[in-house]
């Protein structure tokens, strides 16, 4: 009898996510009893669609992001440290105040992206979509360490090797 109440409980979410009429990834993880500022570290959320999402605080640290659709979606204050985001589309993001220490954002889109007061130290941004004239917000951001030169003409290449 014990195994039979123990899985009434999963069930009993899984259905309500099921019928929910909903497709925020916030809300159904809220149904599901899950809280994005602590349940989500380590989560493979590779190829996920959370275009417009309200990730504001999210901890997504040593996240599988490869590929996710972030358009637009509020990550200000969130932590992805160490998250892998390469391939990922986060124009119109905000990543304002967030976290990106050591992150691989390899081959990202980050057109017209907030990364004001952003830590990207260490992080990977080599052929991100961020070149000079694409416009995103840096301002008092960390590039300590990061494979960015904020301030060097066609060092990124969206559509090919980054030049010499």
């Avoid at 990834?25 to 669609?49: C, H, K, N, P, Q």
């Avoid at 840096?138 to 990061?146: A, D, I, K, P, V």
Wanted: no cysteine; net charge negative.
């Amino acid at each position: 009898m014990a195994n039979e109440d123990s899985l009434k409980e999963p069930q009993h979410s899984i259905q309500q996510i099921l019928e929910a009429e909903t497709n925020d990834f916030v809300e159904l993880a809220r149904i599901a009893g899950l809280d994005i500022a602590t349940d989500f570290v380590g989560a493979d959320l590779s190829g996920a669609d959370l275009s417009g999402a309200n990730l504001s605080r999210a901890n997504l640290r040593d996240s599988d992001l490869r590929g996710a659709d972030l358009r637009g979606a509020n990550l200000s204050g969130a932590d992805l440290s160490d998250a892998d985001l390469s391939g990922a589309d986060l124009s119109g993001a905000d990543l304002s105040n967030a976290n990106l220490s050591d992150a691989n954002l390899n081959h990202t889109n980050l057109r017209s992206a907030d990364l004001s007061n952003t830590n990207l130290s260490g992080t990977n941004l080599i052929h991100s979509i961020s070149h000079s004239n694409v416009e995103i917000n840096t301002t008092r951001s960390g590039f300590t360490g990061s494979g960015y030169y904020p301030n060097t003409d066609d060092i990124f290449n969206p559509f090919g090797d980054a030049k010499s």
